[in-house]
């Protein structure tokens, strides 16, 4: 028997900046939006998915077991490595098929000790926190005066020159927004603000944390040095504490600060992709891949980033095989190794599947914490767009509309994407999640069930559905005019 759900569709635009997320592209997209109310014929079988997703808590316990038995997950660390054990084992117990690692190596580096003062003219510890991938401060760290660029736009515009030996602190606060599109602009400080500073003779460099929220706890997360410039270290300060600087900063005073970071680095160490499968029944070769990333910072226990992504995309896949599916297609789950250090899980995805990309018709991660699922986006094209029509109407009485505008379906997925894969992601609520990505915060009690359970139900109705479309995903469209 078939309900008939009265659905409001969201046909056009919303004012769209693209899903923020680790490396993902800021986009603008013109406003335009009209409502439609069109009759949907519900799938009893999605029905089903969902009731099974809602009333359990599959994605939840997932999450909860391996952010408490594994912990925190460091890209090439014991953690991770353990993680990928961790993995395999629940993929096997979960049902899926062909569980295998497919390992990599990653540039070392682990964190040391960490540790900021103001020498004058009010002593005082700060909360600081090393960025991935920065290089120690010499023997004894560095003390030295402060130089104060409000944002990465004003170090970027100062003249070469000047600023030789100082400590530059870069300030600039990041806004909340749903869809985190204030993350691409506040996190240029982090990605360059170690190379602009060096470019102008500074010996270190302390940012306001790209975060926000207003904890004492830094925000970590990868930096970049420009291969020609010398390496300076970086670290990030926590919110109050950079507004301690600016306070002091605004009474007119010469700040001198003591900064230590020992990180180690160097040399090479074992990650990897853990794969399992729902084979297809009718399709086998046409894969769909779905996941989450399985490494995160070493401060918390990347429950939000992106133990949530692992458990949502698991958890939809295993609601698939409770419901005694078998979908047409292979649904792919992979838990991506060392995306926080550079996608590099996504990377050698890549190579390592280069001579079968063309058999992937459709690919999503989950990578953005644990909140409610709002809207879809897809990069797929012409008359197949239909069918992710279809599955957005499905699936739109989870308060679920139709997002246009592109995406890549999400960081690990970037590669891939770039090789032709089509993509598709669920967008997810991003308002607090800046307040504990890459801190000590990041821990398992930040989840809500209910929400994760509402992620499983649409992820468990998408993969369903795009596994039984016989819509071909990869087509273009016919050329217009
Ligand atoms: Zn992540």
Not at 4 to 33: N, R, W
Not at 179 to 194: C, E, L, V
């Amino acid at each position: 028997m078939k309900n008939l759900f009265l659905s409001t569709i969201a046909a056009v635009a919303l004012a769209a900046c693209a899903q923020q997320s680790s490396g993902e592209l800021t986009k603008s997209d013109p406003v335009e939006t009209s409502t439609t109310e069109v009759a949907v014929d519900l799938d009893p079988t999605v029905e089903r998915l969902i009731e099974i997703a809602s009333n359990g808590t599959h994605g939840y316990d997932i999450t909860r077991d391996l952010t408490t038995e594994i912990g925190p997950r460091l890209a090439g660390s014991p953690g991770e490595a353990r993680a990928r054990d961790w993995t395999v084992e629940r993929f096997k117990a979960l049902g899926f098929e062909n569980v295998r690692i497919e390992p990599f190596s990653v540039p070392r580096w682990e964190r040391g000790e960490e540790f900021a003062e103001i020498i004058s003219p009010s002593p005082q510890q700060l909360y600081i926190t090393a960025l991935g991938g920065s290089v120690a401060t010499p023997e004894g760290g560095i003390e030295a005066k402060i130089a104060y660029f409000p944002s990465f736009e004003d170090l970027e515009s100062a003249p070469e020159g000047g600023l030789d030996g100082k400590i530059v602190f870069i300030s600039g606060r990041m806004k909340k927004a749903h869809d985190g599109a204030g993350y691409g602009p506040a996190n240029k400080k982090r990605q360059k603000g170690a190379s602009e500073a060096a470019k102008r003779g500074a010996a270190a460099v302390v940012i306001r944390s790209v975060g926000t929220d207003s904890h004492r706890f830094p925000h970590t997360g990868q930096m970049r040095y420009d291969a020609d410039l010398p390496k300076i270290p970086i670290g990030a300060l926590s919110a109050p504490d950079a507004d301690q600087l600016e306070r002091l900063l605004e009474n007119g005073e010469d700040i001198t600060l003591r900064l230590t970071l020992t990180p180690q680095y160097g040399g090479e160490l074992p990650s990897g992709n853990v794969i399992g499968e729902i084979v297809g029944s009718e399709k086998p070769e046409e894969i769909i891949v779905i996941g989450g990333h399985l490494d995160s910072w070493d401060l918390g226990t990347g429950a939000i980033d992106d133990g949530a992504g692992i458990g949502i995309t698991a958890g939809a896949a295993q609601v698939l095989l409770e419901a005694g599916l078998k979908p047409k297609r292979t649904i792919r789950i992979v838990a991506f190794g060392a995306e926080e250090i550079g996608l590099l899980g996504g990377y050698a995805y890549v190579d390592q599947h280069l001579d079968n990309l063309h058999n992937h018709v459709l690919a999503s991660e989950s990578d953005f914490g644990a909140e409610r699922v709002y809207a879809v986006r897809s990069s797929v094209q012409g008359e197949a767009r239909k069918d992710i029509y279809n599955i957005q109407k499905q699936i739109a009485h989870l308060g679920i509309e139709m997002e246009e505008g592109q995406t890549h379906g999400g960081p690990d997925i970037i590669p891939m994407f770039a090789k032709g894969v089509p993509a598709i992601r669920l967008q997810q609520d991003g308002t607090d999640y800046f307040d504990l990505h890459h801190t000590p915060d990041d821990t398992f009690d930040k989840i809500n069930p209910e929400a994760m359970a509402q992620n499983v139900a649409a992820w468990a109705a998408m993969i369903w559905l795009a596994s039984e479309s016989d819509a071909d995903f990869r087509a273009l469209p016919a050329a217009s005019e």
